[in-house]
């Protein structure tokens, strides 16, 4: 009812009318779609947090590369440490000689230091 008082009392045509409705709707979807469409504002959000993701995901996995990409340097025959073999073997392998006295170190104790 207001609307139809509002036309007839600013003398609107329909034709007007029809032309302003028709540009407000396509002002309104324009809108939705800017917000809520597939390529919308919500989206856009929700793939930057993935993405924020998928980084901190890879930087954990660079991290882990670089340790393996260590560990092979380390076995290199130009770089092998046969002190550190032998003291490695022992601790893996379990092995001591008669004379000898293994003493093992927590990682939280050495640490806290």
């Not at 809108?31 to 919308?40: L, R, S």
Request: glycine content about 6%; hydrophobic content about 40%.
């Amino acid at each position: 009812m207001f609307l139809y008082n509002f036309v007839k009392k600013h003398h609107i045509t329909k034709r007007l009318f029809i032309t302003y409705f028709t540009g407000l709707m396509v002002i309104l979807y324009f809108i939705f779609c800017t917000v809520f469409g597939q390529k919308g504002l919500i989206e856009y959000v929700s793939l930057k947090n993935k993405v924020a993701g998928k980084e901190e995901v890879k930087k954990e996995l660079l991290s882990e590369v670089q340790v393996k990409k260590n560990m092979v340097d380390g076995m290199n025959s130009n770089s092998l440490d046969v002190d550190l073999l032998d003291e490695q073997a022992r601790r893996v392998l379990g092995y001591a000689g008669k004379n000898e006295v293994v003493i093992y170190q927590d990682q939280k104790s050495s640490t806290s230091k």
